[in-house]
């Protein structure tokens, strides 16, 4: 009996050891994936807007914010993408909230802005650069940096694990890659709902076309909607991409008055597995415009 409870104690000992030594929050379920595979058992990662959320619109609340209470750091998308961005550097500090895309490659967008009646286009940031494997291979180094810093003794296990993930990207990019070599080159447009894709076309060499702007702002006005399809008949787009959880009535306005089909719907801006949401996706586009 004795014997027992000593190793129940041991037990517990050790297993309390093993439980995550430091907490993070995350404002973007895909980065909530990535920080928990480079933190591994270390680290326990709090989801503040889940899979589901829209992250042009989410605000952490005072329920979310009591859940991260105690977070060592807060892990953001940046580039512009969360509004409340300078209300929660107020609430936890400024020194506490990493921006992952301040230091990944920017591109920029064409939108279409409607004041008063009168349309004009100007540039913006695009913030979706969670659509680009390279950005994710250099958001694992940028996220292993940050842990190191603040858990040293740790280090070479965040270095070790986000050197895994490295590869595993690399290998979803090649298989990426050979999946959508099956579209022939004259079908290689991507028209969406809103402006999410700019990333994903950059890095392999698509056209982006989308019916709403970056942030799925309302762009249905008559006029638009005849450039799109317009647009639409010149490239020759053989289909127009819905996503899941968004799917606006001017999508099917534009896919009936230009003749073309609508695909399945796409994983946009949440999701809560990168690998899943690029093999989601790609295979997606491949079954609707991939050679017969
Ligand atoms: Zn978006």
Redesign the pocket.
């Known amino acids: 009996m004795f014997v027992l409870r000593i190793q129940a104690i041991l037990f517990m000992a050790i297993s309390s050891l093993a439980g995550a030594e430091i907490k993070v929050a995350v404002l973007h379920p895909l980065l909530g994936d990535l920080v928990q595979k480079v933190g591994g058992d270390q680290v326990q990662v709090i989801d503040l807007m889940g899979p589901g959320g829209d ?2 619109k989410f605000e952490p609340g005072a329920k979310e914010l009591r859940e991260a209470r105690g977070a060592q750091l807060y892990f953001v998308s940046g580039k512009g993408l969360e509004p409340y961005l300078p209300k929660l550097k107020d609430a936890v500090g400024a020194n506490r909230v990493v921006e992952v895309g301040e230091t990944l490659p920017t591109l920029k967008a064409e939108v279409l802005c409607d004041h008063d009646g009168h349309e004009h286009v100007h540039e913006e940031v695009d ?2 650069w969670w659509h680009s494997i390279d950005c994710w291979r250099r958001a694992a180094t940028r996220v292993r940096k940050e842990l190191a810093a603040i858990d040293e003794t740790n280090a070479d296990l965040y270095r070790k694990r986000a050197s895994a993930v490295r590869k595993e990207l690399a290998s979803l990019h090649r298989w990426a890659t050979g999946e959508l070599g099956k579209v022939p080159v004259e079908h290689r447009t991507l028209a969406t709902a ?3 894709f700019g990333y994903f076309c950059n890095e392999h060499k698509w056209k982006m076309l989308a019916v709403q702007g ?3 702002e309302r762009v249905d006005s008559p006029k638009f909607v005849a450039e799109v399809a317009s647009t639409i008949r010149k490239e020759r787009v053989q289909a127009i991409f819905p996503e899941q959880r968004s799917n606006p009535k001017v999508l099917r306005t534009v896919a009936e008055g230009a003749g073309v089909a609508v695909g399945k719907p796409l994983i ?2 949440g999701g809560d597995s990168i690998e899943k949401m690029f093999r989601h996706n790609v295979e997606t586009i491949v079954a609707t415009l991939g050679r017969k």
Do not use: K
Request: aromatic share 0%; hydrophobic share 35%; proline share 17%.
């Open positions: 992250p042009h913030p979706h809103h402006a999410a970056l942030n799925r946009a801006d």
